[in-house]
């Protein structure tokens, strides 16, 4: 299992996020996404028995989990800018859990 992130790099993530959204690509509020993603993204094992999940299958449900999350009723977000957001997010978690 792996260990929770503390606080300070939940805060670089969202600054990442932050200054991803500033480049133009998202309208997206880092401080309010980077602890969902976090959870959402070290809660994929639980929810998926998934005997060799790859790296796409974890940035696909967590794009999925972030859009039901902030557009539960009516989608109006285009997919591939959750699935933009969601690789962003991969890497920085993918690293500090290498």
Same mark, same amino acid.
């Given at each position: 299992?792996?260990?929770?992130?503390?606080?300070?790099?939940?805060?670089?993530?969202?600054?990442? *996020?932050?200054?991803?959204?500033?480049?133009? *690509?998202?309208?997206?509020?880092?401080?309010? *996404?980077?602890? *969902?993603?976090?959870?959402?993204?070290?809660?994929?094992?639980?929810? %998926?028995?998934?005997?060799? &999940?790859?790296?796409?299958?974890?940035?696909?449900?967590?794009?999925?989990?972030?859009?039901?999350?902030?557009? &539960?009723?009516?989608?109006?977000? %285009?997919?591939?800018?959750?699935?933009?957001?969601?690789?962003?997010?991969?890497?920085?978690?993918?690293?500090?859990?290498?």
């Amino acid at each position: 299992m792996k260990k929770p992130l503390d606080r300070t790099k939940v805060n670089t993530l969202a600054e990442e *996020i932050d200054a991803y959204s500033k480049a133009g *690509i998202g309208l997206w509020n880092g401080a309010e *996404i980077a602890p *969902i993603a976090v959870r959402r993204w070290s809660s994929f094992d639980r929810r %998926h028995k998934t005997k060799h &999940p790859t790296t796409a299958d974890r940035v696909s449900d967590l794009a999925k989990g972030l859009q039901a999350h902030y557009e &539960p009723d009516m989608p109006y977000t %285009h997919m591939t800018e959750w699935m933009n957001l969601a690789e962003l997010i991969a890497k920085f978690l993918d690293d500090l859990w290498e």
